[in-house]
């Protein structure tokens, strides 16, 4: 790997407008060459654009420009990898570019677990019409047949004369070839990969990342540059009604104090409103921000109080509003049973808390936004700072940082406004800083869940009828005052319930917001797994028979599902079920494989369980088996975790095991310890002394096999969650006898 790139808009352009000495693929700016046929826009909001870049210079060096954001899940070894492979290039000769926001990449929103299922196909067509040209150009200039040629090592090859030419020397005269049609591009078969699929490609920013020679959004530092930090309202929607902006001004190092814009609902992606200061040092106006002593008026949130909303979203679990999946007569099928099981499970609200809080800076001068942030979405951020600032997108450069985590907290650029809106009100370049309890009190968490589950199993032990009942505030509300769930949300885990049941109903119940609402990794996949997963594990006892061996027979016959044959209008996360099926054969694959891993069925130690759970999710299939242990004092102690995966093609295997890894830290810190309360609006936590998370010594030994699968790639950094926290829960009681369904599992004093 040679290098990696984040430049500024003029110097990225400046690199790439080169036209005798560089063949450049990728999409029609002023002073670049041609479009590959390979990277025809498509409607969609996320589907592929002319996004990805490749440029290959008379230095013989391959750029590579991604587009999408570095948060740890390895996207900039990924990209390259598989542009580098289908182009035959040396991995040492590639350079990676960090791709700025800019609406001609399309969408750059860095979640969903989409970058490599989204782009894997359209970056291969890239690579292959490069190769291509480049193996064209050569065979004219030996007067030789194109299929003699071959692509190696950043060189093309003409092994009947031994002749080899390096990319660089051609790349003048394969510019002015004609692109070869989508339809004419021969890629690499997969037994010829060189890169895709290979466990030996090193992280392309680890090195820098262990040394500390990276650039985070709190890292930067720009000429003349202030900071700020701002005191925001404590309930949501509350506005400002005084404030001592002398006491603040006092402090050695303040600057000024600027009241922000109030806040109107819906939230979206704007600023909260308060007060900001901006000091010489982020020190000087934390303290400055201590001092301002602000008064608010009260806001119609104030009425959120924890233990009373739990009470109203199971009522309304009881009183559904809306019906999304149907199937036959539950009623009557419950009516009928020899058994009905009845449980309800209960997940709180919890956050995101990347290591690196949120953190912007931005420059306004000559009526241009220049601004640097840790963002997930650096398309969003230039449009939401071009809309509420008033001007036109093309005037504000979102240059991308490294992301010290995101897990979709980041894809909310209210912070980036913020910074925007004081350095222009200001003329000053600004930074505004996060602290840990600003993200705690006031970011954007995951929805708080009621969900009750009622099942029949009839004479011949079979579960006959499935009754799915959930409440929690949807993510539609951040966009629109007083939204329901809808369909994309319960697609996640709710809907897509994939045992094969003859009487099924889901239904929700009314939930309205107090909270701003995003998406975090896994979204609501986290709490309907958990009600799911565990509540077959109780039919599993209720019916007598073996956990593991009732999920097999639950899912039954191989199949492909449809659930809009049940009246469900499922989103299979932006995908065809043509090209991304519901497979229960998929299922029982890494069911079976997961247990052949952790030896289910073993005779354990005294105080020792094993609990299982498989879910589907973006598109890629996850099986894990968790072994808890219980100490003397009643403690539990998450030893071993086996997680099988299947994710069609795996491109970067590595990646893939460090991202379940990953996942099952972060399920577990949900599992045991994550919470959010609110007591009059307020939210009660603000650290992680009080909003805990996994520490080292919780840490369990993660086991990882990857299925070997031709199908295309599906997603890999969130599948991993939400089949943790059931897992440890049915270990739990396998265990113990105890069945907890209420996390996190800290207020049972087991942990």
């Not at 490069?130 to 003409?158: F, Y």
Request: hydrophobic letters at 40%; one cysteine or more.
């Amino acid at each position: 790997m040679k290098h990696i790139e984040n430049v500024s808009r003029r110097g990225f352009l400046k690199k790439l407008g080169i036209s005798s000495t560089a063949l450049v693929l990728g999409v029609q700016l002023p002073s670049m060459l041609t479009i590959p046929k390979a990277l025809a826009a498509v409607t969609g909001s996320d589907i592929f654009s002319p996004s990805v870049y490749v440029q290959i210079g008379a230095d013989n060096i391959v750029s590579v420009v991604v587009h999408r954001s570095e948060m740890g899940q390895g996207i900039r070894t990924s990209i390259p990898m598989i542009v580098a492979d289908e182009i035959g290039a040396d991995w040492q000769q590639i350079a990676v570019v960090q791709g700025l926001g800019d609406k001609k990449y399309g969408s750059q929103n860095t979640d969903g677990s989409r970058s490599v299922r989204r782009f894997y196909q359209p970056l291969r067509e890239a690579g292959a019409a490069a190769r291509m040209m480049l193996q064209q150009a050569a065979a004219q200039q030996w007067q030789v047949d194109v299929s003699e040629t071959t692509a190696e090592n950043s060189t093309i090859v003409h092994k009947k004369s031994g002749r080899v030419l390096p990319f660089g020397s051609l790349v003048s005269a394969a510019s002015k070839l004609k692109l070869p049609e989508q339809s004419a591009l021969i890629l690499k078969a997969k037994k010829d990969f060189n890169l895709i699929g290979k466990s030996d490609v090193a992280l392309v920013d680890g090195k820098k990342i262990a040394t500390g020679a990276t650039t985070y959004g709190f890292d930067i530092e720009l000429d003349n540059m202030q900071y700020a930090v701002i005191a925001r309202p404590p309930v949501l929607g509350a506005k400002v009604k005084s404030f001592n902006s002398e006491a603040a001004k006092a402090i050695a190092g303040v600057i000024d104090v600027v009241q922000m814009p109030d806040l109107e609902e819906p939230a979206i992606f704007k600023p909260l409103g308060g007060v900001a200061v901006i000091a010489k040092n982020t020190w000087a106006a934390i303290k400055g921000r201590e001092a301002l002593d602000i008064k608010w008026h009260e806001s119609e949130h104030q009425s959120y109080n924890s233990e009373e909303y739990k009470k109203a979203l199971a009522n309304s679990c009881d009183n559904p509003a809306k019906t999304l999946r149907s199937k036959g007569n539950v009623d009557k099928a419950l009516a009928d049973a020899k058994q009905v099981i009845t449980a309800s499970y209960y997940v709180p609200e919890l956050i995101h808390v990347p290591m690196e809080p949120p953190a912007a800076a931005a420059h306004f001068h000559n009526g241009i936004f220049d601004i640097w942030a840790c963002t997930q979405t650096p398309q969003s951020a230039q449009g939401t700072v071009a809309q509420i600032l008033g001007v036109a997108p093309e005037k504000v450069n979102i240059n991308v940082t490294l992301l010290g985590g995101g897990f979709g907290r980041k894809s909310k650029p209210d912070f980036v406004v913020e910074a925007a809106l004081l350095s222009k009100q200001l003329n000053v370049p600004i930074k505004v800083m996060w602290t840990r309890e600003d993200e705690v009190k006031n970011g954007y968490y995951h929805a708080v869940s009621y969900q009750k589950l009622v099942a029949g199993i009839d004479e011949n032990n079979q579960v006959t009828a499935w009754q799915h009942h959930a409440a929690e505030p949807p993510i539609g509300s951040t966009f629109s005052k007083g939204a329901d769930l809808i369909g994309t949300e319960a697609s996640l885990g709710f809907i897509d319930m994939p045992y094969d049941i003859a009487n099924v109903s889901c239904a929700i119940g009314k939930a309205p917001a107090h909270t701003r609402i995003g998406w975090m990794r896994s979204v609501t996949n986290i709490n309907h797994v958990f009600a799911i997963s565990s509540f077959i594990d109780e039919l599993a006892q209720a019916k007598g028979v073996d956990s593991k061996d009732n999920l097999i027979a639950m899912l039954g016959a191989d199949r492909k599902i449809d659930f809009a044959k049940e009246n469900a209008d499922y989103s299979n996360y932006g995908e065809t079920l043509d090209k991304f099926p519901v497979d229960t054969a998929r299922m029982k694959a890494v069911i079976e494989k997961v247990s052949e891993m952790a030896k289910w069925g073993r005779k354990l130690p005294k105080g020792h369980g094993l609990g299982i759970a498989m879910h589907r999710s973006f598109v890629s299939y996850v099986a894990c088996i968790v072994e808890v242990s219980e100490n003397s004092d009643g403690k539990i102690k998450v030893d071993d975790v086996w997680m099988a995966v299947d994710c069609g093609l795996a491109v970067n295997p590595e990646r893939i095991r460090s991202q379940m890894e990953g996942a099952a830290i972060f399920a577990l810190s949900l599992t045991f310890f994550s919470e959010l309360t609110a007591k009059n609006g307020v939210i009660e936590q603000n650290n992680f002394d009080s909003y805990q998370v996994a520490r080292i010594a919780d840490a369990p030994t993660t086991h990882v096999e990857i299925i070997e699968s031709d199908a295309p790639p599906g997603g890999v950094g969130e599948p991993g969650v939400p089949p943790i926290a059931p897992a440890i829960c049915n270990a739990i009681f396998n265990a113990t006898g105890k069945r907890y369904r209420e996390l996190p599992l800290k207020k049972y004093g087991i942990v």
